[in-house]
Every structure is written in C-alpha cells, then in structure tokens.
C-alpha cells in the first residue's frame, strides 16, 4: 500500500493518523493534530538504512577489557554538577537539559563550556541567538577559552556537516527546539522536527564518540515540549528548578544511564553567573528565625544527599466561609492528610482556621519523611509555641497517626549531628539494631504524633 502524501501528527504526543481527528486516541489532547508531510527514506540518513543493504555489525562479548575505559568520562570542573552526572560527561552520550524560560540554562552551558573548553575542543551551537548576543553573555560570564566556537544556526544539517569539519570533542546545541531538518516538511519545533532532529543527533553522537548536550523547552505544565519519546531516546535527563525571584537553582538528574537518579545539585545565580553551592543544608538554614512558632527542620534524601531543610507553618483565624489551605513546596492534599489526622488522632482543631505551609529555599519536599516536622510546625503555628531551635524531626505519619520508618535514617542524623542539631525526633521503629552510641545528639524515637508532640519539650 503506497504511503499517503500526508499525515496528521498529534502535538502532544506524537501520535500519526492518515486523518485529522479532534481528539487524540492515545493521549487525549483536543485540536492537536497538525497536517505535515511524512518523511520519506532518504530524509534521514542518521537514523534510516535501506533494508537489504546493512551489513552486519562486529560485536563484543561484554567481559572484553575494552581499551579506553579508564577515560570514558569528561569533569566539568563543577564538582556539583559533575556528581549529578554521575562522574562527569561520558563521551558519546546524549544529554538533555530542561527547564522554564531565564532559569539558567544558557548561562549554565556557556561556563561548561568554558571549563572544557580549557582541556579540548568544544562547539556551542544556538538557533535562537546571534555570535554577537553569545558574545555579549559570554563577556559578562567572563568566558573566553580559545577552545570555544560559536555556531549560529538553525539548520541540522548546516550543524553535523560543520560537526565532521570541525571535529569537536564536545557539542551543546541550544536548542533542540530550534532546530530544523530540510527533509522534514514541518516547522521548527512540531513533534516530527524534534523528533527527526533528535534521532540525527544521536546517531552523531554514537557514531563518531561525541558527548551532545541538548537543550530543551519546558510547557506551561512545566514538562519537556515535543513527544515523549524524546526522554526515551537521550542517554540522561536533567531538570533545571528555580525560581527566578530566588538565587538558588537545582539541577535535577531525572533519568542517567550512567549515573544514579534524583541526584541534585544547587546553584546560586550571580551576576557573573552561576556559582556552586556545596553546602545547601547550611545555606538553606542560614535565614532561620529564632523563637518564632510554625517552624521546624527536615532532613530528606535528594538522591544519595541528605539536605537539611526549613518548613514554615502558620494558622490564623479565617475570615472565608471556606478556610484556606495553601501549601508552597509541598503537595496539597498531603497537607489536608495531616491536618485531618492532627485533627482526628490528636485532638487538635483546625476546621474553622486558615493553614499555610512553605518550604524555604524554592525545595519541593515528595519524601514521606517530611510529614512529622510539617505536622508539627502546623501544631506550633496553632498553639503559637516555637519550637526549640536544636530540634529536628523525621517520619512518615500514617492514617492513623503512627510515626513509621524512613529509610537511610543514619545519613539523615550524621548530617543533622555535622550541622549542630542537639535532637532528633525520629520514628522508633527505625532505631532497631542501630548503635545510638556512636552519636553525639539525643536521639528520640517516637510511635505516634501524640508522642512526638510531647517529646517537643521532653529531656
């Protein structure tokens, strides 16, 4: 059956149809199918071959010592960001970097770009500015390696051709979205674009050893823009996090083939850049306040990091038929779970009163762990009783008000001892088999949130 000259592709998630349809069949989007012409055999040289004509492959058992291995990854000079990466860049990798628009990630890219430029030959590609505006950024942000050469332009193809004359050792292309491939009968940006540009570079990137950092758009959701197989095709994944009102950024390893996952690293924005932060627990707390009720110190795990961190209750009289709930870096409806359980285990009212909750730091807190310090700045906001400054909790509240287990519960206190915590309220399921004598702060383990409330004031 001879291919139709033109398909319907769903923006949202690439889906192809030989007709247009309202509604997409696999992920649901209204009026996201756009008409664009398929590509054909020879559009994409990178990711196609004519069936018949491949030869085979020469393989490797995987017990062969293969030679290089020793020097498989480049360090960024960041030693931040080169534990997200799980080491530093591994040569003939595909990454990608996301995030909301003036976040950083341009600015982020450009310093990389310099410390490797330092050692060898990269090559920073952008399809949405001028030499000229990359020249300004870069005299502001102090980078000017001999190393580093700027390419200006949109067309792929234009970009792997000067790849093979130039031969770099690094490439960033900035970004992926801007990119275009000739063949492909749509515009900069569509599903197929994105895509097809995608594929092409990663072929580069494996057949010629190249690591290729690429960077993407976010939607309003806040998710990578083009399909979900983007995510699928790259090697490793990261997040850029911020708010542009606050200094400190994270950088976020969503997916790493070559690393672990959920590591972070903490950036502070300047105005000659970014500058790594390696001690976000103490910067985090840096800003506490003393004797003030609703506030209470979490330690939760951001991959294989404890970080120490600040959260902020306060609960006043509404003047709403409807209290308000409003929660800032923490999930809502957790936050309605422990006031209901606050309410029905503990005895304590909170039906006729507003409640707002904050993370200091711009910290999004999804670890189970940071339920017992959130409840009980809620129950230090409702009382007006500050909690003592040295204290810190940890635990996992149930529907029925048990404290339960977190786990790596020994990182979590020898970060919180290092930072010069005096207690830790922890749950006592958890102390089981552990050597309280090796640490330095009280420990107190606790079963339940009435228990960890009269704990707040204990010896």
Known sequence: MPKPKEVYICSECGHESVKWMGKCPICGAWNSFSQVTPLGSSAAPFSRSKAGTARPAVVSSIREDISGGDAIRYTTGLSELDRVLGGGLVKGSLVLLGGDPGIGKSTLLLQVSQAFAEKMKVLYVSGEESPGQIHLRARRLGVDAENLFILSSGDLDTVIATIGQEKPQIVVIDSIQ???????????????????????????????????????????????????MLEHMVDAVFQFEGEQNHAYRLLRAIKNRYGATNEIAVFEMKERGLSQVVNPSAVLLSERPEGVSGSCVVCVLEGSRPILAEVQALVTKSGFAAPRRMATGFDHNRMSLLLAVLEKRAGYTFSALDAYVNVVGGLFLDEPASDLPIALALVSGLRDKPIPAGLLAIGEIGLGGEV?????????????????????????????????????????GVRDVIEALRSLNGN
């Open 178 to 228: 801007t990119m275009v491939l000739p063949a492909v009968g749509s515009s900069a940006g569509s599903v197929v674009q994105v895509r097809e540009c995608t594929a092409a570079l990663l072929g580069v990137a494996k057949e010629n050893d190249i690591p290729i950092i690429l960077v993407g758009h976010v939607t309003k959701e806040g998710n990578l823009a083009g399909p979900r």
């Open 404 to 444: 339960r287990s977190v786990i790596r519960l020994e990182d979590r206190i020898r970060e919180a001892q290092r930072l010069g915590f005096t207690k830790c309220l922890v749950p006592a399921a958890s102390l089981k088999g552990m050597d309280l004598s090796s640490y330095t702060i009280k420990i107190v």
